[in-house]
Nanobody, 122 residues
Framework: QVQLVESGGGLVQPGGSLKLSCTAS????????MRWHRQAPGKQRELVAT???????NYADSVKGRFAFSMDVARNTGYLQMNNLQPEDAAAYYC????????????????WGQGTQVTVAS
């Protein structure tokens, strides 16, 4: 069994920073892809950032230059550093990962975390 747990959300003023973490636990053999999505009230879920093979990153245009996605492969943890946060970044942030266990490798399953809230307000 694999679980994803996010942390690091909170309240920050415009222009401030937060660092989100997403840790995979359980029978994790390899995290092939990890993603951060966000969803604000009344809006569709948006893909914010992706990291593949621990190092290859892609970002939504709305966060390029402000957000940075990194991964500590040994700890099965991804980090989303969010700088210069703006009110439009406020949302529930969800981690999603394609993970292989020792018994399923090379196949993988998609797992989701429970979400962490980011609020940007003065």
């Amino acid at each position: 069994q694999v679980q994803l747990v996010e942390s690091g959300g909170g309240l920050v003023q415009p222009g401030g920073s937060l660092k989100l973490s997403c840790t995979a636990s359980g029978d994790v053999y390899r995290i092939q892809v990890m993603r951060w999505h966000r969803q604000a009230p009344g809006k569709q879920r948006e893909l914010v950032a992706t990291i593949s093979d621990g190092t290859i990153t892609n970002y939504a245009d709305s966060v390029k230059g402000r957000f940075a996605f990194s991964m500590d492969v040994a700890r099965n943890t991804g980090y989303l550093q969010m700088n210069n946060l703006q009110p439009e970044d406020a949302a529930a942030y969800y981690c999603n990962a394609e993970i292989s266990t020792r018994s399923t490798w090379p196949s993988h399953r998609s797992y989701w975390g429970q979400g962490t809230q980011v609020t940007v307000a003065s």
